[in-house]
């Protein structure tokens, strides 16, 4: 089969990105298949000799670790823990996550210390490969064995259970099946464990909330310098200088795209009869810039995570171990969710503020940018939309990871809740994008009462390009049909910023 090989090599989150997006096949390179297949044989050849228990393997499952299962029932042992701990409920998962899960599944088995079957890890290479997606539900992870409940429903489909999505529509496993001409898995030993144990639900949503942020700094950033244009802002603020003697890059990265976002504008060097600007203006560089740091540092967290083995127990054929320790735990994880949320809440939060100022009457612009300002509530309650989102975020930004519950019996008594961080941090991004679609409404329909000097070219582009989807408002109109396509016209728009 051709197509990109999964290696047990280190990889990035771009590269794991870039086979996603461009829907690329992958298959098994001929060094990650021997792997895997020597780690099976040497569980098997462990197994035969043992004369102790081994957890996981021929015991029972948290609390019930001490109970020895007899080498006639592992096979039944594993599917049983599979149907078991597929308990999930609340909304599915995306489909895009889904598709990050079973790459970092493919991804944490290709090192062959998890002791699983060969045959095993091409299903899920085949599911990947065929956008079969495992109906996965968003509830029921507590973030510490694993990610049980969710990784249950994405390993279902393995022994001919549960459901998957195969393009857009919802079919039984047994109709897949019977549809591809698949036996299901009979699993071994140690294989229901290896599947469940691990945070490739955390690890998806981290990962791919990493590649979404990214670009939404971006537009935070081009969102932003429109609304300085419209308030008729200061330049001082972004000057290099500034940032230079604060030694933070992320401040001094943001401050410069501002500036190129700027550059050529006559509105911004005109005279300006303010002194200063309000801090949602003057500190963009200091707050933007503290998010983008924040991303540098949980990019760096789920770098490491991706490429991580994170079942229980782990084999080690080279040093003849078997070890059974915690890797499954995603306090690391839940700590850097919770961090993220934090950052793309902040985004959020100062692009209301610029939303308040940019209606407020304020700078020669009418209130609530309308002309007839009393016959027109104009965007006034655009703003109390963004508002209403901001403060959801702030809800939403209560840690997750400071939380924990005792569970099986006190076997497990401190988690990570690092599931909740993830699905609370997916949400605050889903906002973050409605609240910076809102501020480039307001600010375009601003920068429209800028008509003493023109704008920058790159700025008048974006505005261009934004007016073919959003007109300006005349007189009032349904404006939800508005921002709906200033959500759209962000997500799918390609940003253009000159980088002399």
Not at 21 to 43: C, E, M, Y
Request: aromatic content about 8%; overall charge negative.
């Amino acid at each position: 089969m051709l197509g990109t090989p999964i290696t047990p090599e280190f990889h990035s989150i771009e590269e794991f990105a870039q086979i996603i997006q461009s829907k690329v096949q992958i298959q098994l390179s001929a060094i990650t298949s021997q792997k895997i297949l020597d780690g099976r044989n040497f569980l098997d050849h462990k197994l035969k000799k043992a004369t102790q228990p081994i957890y996981g393997i021929n015991t029972g499952f948290g609390a019930l670790c001490d109970v020895k299962i007899e080498e006639e029932f592992l096979v039944e042992l594993q599917e049983n823990l599979v149907r078991s701990h597929a308990c999930g409920l609340g909304e599915t998962v995306p489909d895009e996550v889904v598709k990050w899960m079973l790459l970092l599944k493919i991804q944490s088995l290709s090192y062959g210390l998890s002791g699983v079957q060969l045959k095993t890890v091409q299903r899920l290479v085949d599911f990947f490969n065929a956008d079969f997606l495992p109906v996965i539900y968003q509830q029921g992870s507590l973030g510490a064995s694993g990610d049980l409940a969710p990784l249950a429903h994405l390993s279902l489909p393995l022994i001919g259970e549960g459901e998957i999505i195969a393009q857009g529509i919802k079919l039984s496993t047994a109709e897949l099946n019977k549809k591809m001409n698949w036996e299901s898995i009979k699993l071994q030993s140690k294989e229901g464990l290896a599947l469940l144990n691990g945070t490739q639900f955390m690890a998806a949503y981290g990962a791919f909330l990493i590649t979404k942020f990214e670009r939404i700094i971006e537009w935070a950033v081009a969102v932003a310098a429109i609304s300085i244009e419209a308030f008729d802002a200061r330049l001082d603020p972004f000057h290099p200088s500034l940032h230079t003697i604060r030694h933070h890059k992320g401040q001094q990265v943001i401050a410069l795209q501002i500036r190129k976002w700027l550059k050529g504008s006559e509105l911004i060097n005109q005279p300006k009869k303010a002194v200063q600007d309000p801090y949602s203006f003057r500190c963009i560089p200091q707050v933007i810039g503290a998010s983008w740091d924040v991303l540098q540092h949980v990019k760096q967290v789920f770098t490491n995570e991706i490429n991580a083995v994170t079942d229980n127990p782990t084999i080690f054929p080279d040093e003849d171990l078997i070890l059974s320790g915690g890797n499954f735990h995603g306090q690391p994880l839940a700590m850097a969710l919770d961090y993220l949320s934090i950052a793309m809440h902040e985004l959020g939060s100062i692009s209301e503020r610029r939303v308040y100022q940019l209606i407020s009457g304020k700078r020669d612009l009418p209130p609530f940018l309308v002309a007839n300002p009393g016959l027109n509530s104009g965007l006034m309650i655009p703003q109390y939309t963004a508002a209403s989102i901001v403060s959801q975020n702030k809800q939403l930004c209560t840690p997750a990871s400071i939380d924990t519950i005792d569970s099986s019996a006190g076997q497990e008594d401190h988690v990570s809740m690092g599931a909740n961080a993830a699905t609370k941090a997916y949400r605050i991004f889903e906002n973050l994008e409605k609240l910076l679609a809102i501020e480039l409404f307001t600010a375009t329909q601003a920068l429209h009462f800028r008509k003493n000097a023109a704008t920058s070219p790159q700025i008048q582009q974006l505005v261009n390009d934004y007016r073919q989807k959003v007109s300006f408002v005349e007189n009032d109109r349904v404006l939800h049909i508005d921002l709906l396509n200033s959500i759209k016209f962000l997500q799918e728009y390609s940003l253009k910023l000159d980088n002399e």
